[in-house]
């Protein structure tokens, strides 16, 4: 059975050990050497990185997120070993884990993160398409005259190099299909690489629940749990029209599926559909100041992204939730695409303007949609309002010194509000 050491990269026969490093890492499987599907998932990213540059966290409990009233983005293995997870309220998270040390996100420099990996995996193949900041599917079909080394190889190297020139580990799936592969990089984490074969597929679905099916949440587990459908070989039981007759088109895709089927190709073009930010407040505000304030640094993290993907939008939607947990939301559609902080900031707090006094307010977001790439931004400016070149003229100034001096090198005074 064709093997592969995680540490040195050698071709092995099956063992518990190395032959040449010793290294007990070791990888076996019929396909391993001809698959080509593969996707890489970072272990807990942002928690990671933190740990990454404050050494004297490694091994607390960490979570990212914003106060006792927000949402853990992510949290490190400790944390969930105690049952932390993604999306989960602060104070329940607190409650499970009351010694976490909680962090609120640093997106600028899980960006920078994510550009370095991003290089690595362009390095592979070509054929990469970004999930998120910490995961990708790669297509590395045809890359073995390339780099002299098959797709499995490669990607040892590449978890490896993360690892050596970053501090940052990550898990890979490796399959025909990028849904299998989905499912195989989840298996094994942190620093895990799994395999799912074509001949295995059937044996290894028939048993598994349906929630591993990416995508279904809990009100579409609810809708098959009550159609009797629990695990795959529920769902192999059903006939395909039986299936889109009950559930519409996730119907046919959960056919195919539980037969292990998935066309899509890794679509290196897939565009991002939106860049947007949010907050969840400590407790309920309406002062115009401090949300103010809020607005305008969210319009900056908005604007940066939308400058570091070579984007803008022609649509600026502000975003809010009352304290009965209402939310109400707003877009305005641009004349010109952008991707200003100033003319985000603005035209959210116009939108804000409009129902600002319905607050007090539990959370605030603002964001860009219907992107275009940057060329086509900021094209005719703004004849109602002369001055607008001109803090267009500032902001990239401005720009420029906090790419050269930090984020903090320069603030506006309304972000210390």
């Avoid at 070579?310 to 947990?325: E, I, P, Q, S």
């Avoid at 409009?354 to 607050?359: C, D």
Wanted: aromatic share 6%; net charge positive; glycine share 8%.
């Amino acid at each position: 059975m064709p093997g592969l050491c995680r540490d040195c990269f050698e071709q092995v026969p099956p063992a518990r050990r190395c032959p040449s490093c010793g290294s007990p890492r070791l990888l076996h499987h019929p396909e391993l050497f001809d698959l080509t599907i593969a996707h890489m998932d970072c272990d807990a990213f942002y928690a990671s990185v933190e740990k990454r540059d404050n050494p004297e966290l490694a091994d607390k409990p960490v979570i990212i997120g914003g106060g006792r009233r927000g949402v853990v983005s992510t949290a490190c293995y400790v944390a969930r070993i105690r049952g932390v997870r993604s999306a989960m309220p602060m104070f329940q998270a607190l409650k499970l884990c009351p010694d976490a040390v909680i962090i609120k996100p640093r997106m600028e420099v899980y960006a920078e993160a994510s550009r370095k990996i991003r290089a690595m995996m362009d390095a592979l193949t070509p054929v990469v398409q970004p999930l998120s900041l910490d995961e990708a599917f790669m297509d590395l079909s045809g890359t073995q005259r390339l780099h002299g080394a098959p797709p499995a190889v490669m990607l040892a190297r590449l978890v490896r190099r993360m690892k050596d020139e970053l501090g940052l580990t990550g898990s890979i799936g490796l399959s025909h299909n990028k849904f299998l592969a989905k499912v195989a990089s989840d298996l094994d984490k942190p620093r895990g690489f799994s395999v799912i074969g074509r001949a295995e597929t059937a044996d290894f679905l028939r048993d598994k629940p349906v929630r591993l099916i990416w995508g279904i949440g809990p009100s579409a587990q609810a809708a098959l749990e009550t159609a009797g459908i629990r695990s795959f070989a529920d769902l192999l039981r059903w006939e395909q029209e039986a299936l889109v007759a009950r559930f519409g088109s996730m119907g046919a895709r959960l056919w195919h599926l539980a037969r292990g089927e998935d066309a899509r190709r890794v679509d290196a073009r897939e565009p991002v559909k939106s860049i947007s930010n949010e907050t969840t407040f400590s407790s309920d505000t309406a002062d115009p100041d401090l949300l103010d304030g809020h607005l305008w640094r969210m319009a900056e993290k908005v604007s940066d992204r939308a400058k570091a993907k070579g984007l803008a939008g022609r649509v600026v939607t502000l975003k809010l939730k009352r304290a009965d947990h209402r939310i109400l939301t707003r877009r305005l559609s641009l004349r010109d695409a952008t991707q200003m902080a100033d003319t985000v900031y603005r035209t959210a707090r116009a939108l804000f303007d409009q129902v600002g006094a319905q607050g007090p307010y539990r959370l605030l977001g603002c964001g860009l949609s219907d992107l275009v790439p940057a060329a086509q931004a900021d094209i005719s400016g703004d004849l109602l309002d002369p001055g607008a070149i001109r803090r267009a003229g500032a902001e990239r100034a401005t720009d420029e010194i906090r790419r050269r001096f930090g984020s903090d090198a320069i603030l506006k005074g309304r972000a210390l509000r």
